[in-house]
């Protein structure tokens, strides 16, 4: 059984989603008050998935321990991760707006196979990451 143990969170990720939840908060604000309306500027949700791989491609996060029911702890990756995590939620918003304002002919019906891709070569580089990730590890052992 693995079980994450508490690594302090980078605070730069959190200071850029709480700016961005307050700015959140405020167009529902004005909206509530009839300042703005949502509906011309909801069509751009897609945007979100943009923030997200931006956040991980500009704060990645640390060193992250896992801790097994034996008590062992391992570090499972420092950042590398999140570099192939933003850029694949950045393509993913791509797709969104692409379906959104009909880019290339998307439709979901017929384009829904491009987001199955891009999980696979999220898959595979983060598998690469950490092979080449533990062949370094390995090689400063043997130094």
């Known amino acids: ?46 945007a979100f998935f943009f923030f997200i791989g931006l956040s991980h491609l500009l704060f990645p996060s640390r060193r992250q321990a896992i801790r097994f029911a034996g008590g062992e702890r391992r570090v499972c990756h420092d950042g590398r991760h999140d570099r192939i ?13 692409a379906h959104q304002f009909e880019w290339w002919g998307f439709r979901y019906s017929r384009s829904w196979p491009v987001m199955v891709l891009l999980i696979g070569v999220q898959t595979v580089l983060r598998a690469l990451a950490d092979a080449r990730a533990n062949r370094n590890k390995v090689e400063e052992v043997q130094s």
């Open 1 to 46: 059984m693995r079980m994450r143990s508490s690594v302090p969170r980078n605070p730069g990720r959190q200071l850029m989603w709480g700016v961005a939840l307050m700015a959140l908060g405020a167009l529902f604000l004005l909206d509530r008050m009839g300042r703005l309306d949502l509906r011309d500027i909801w069509e751009y949700w897609p």
């Open 85 to 97: 995590d933003g850029v694949i939620w950045i393509l993913i918003g791509v797709w969104f707006f």
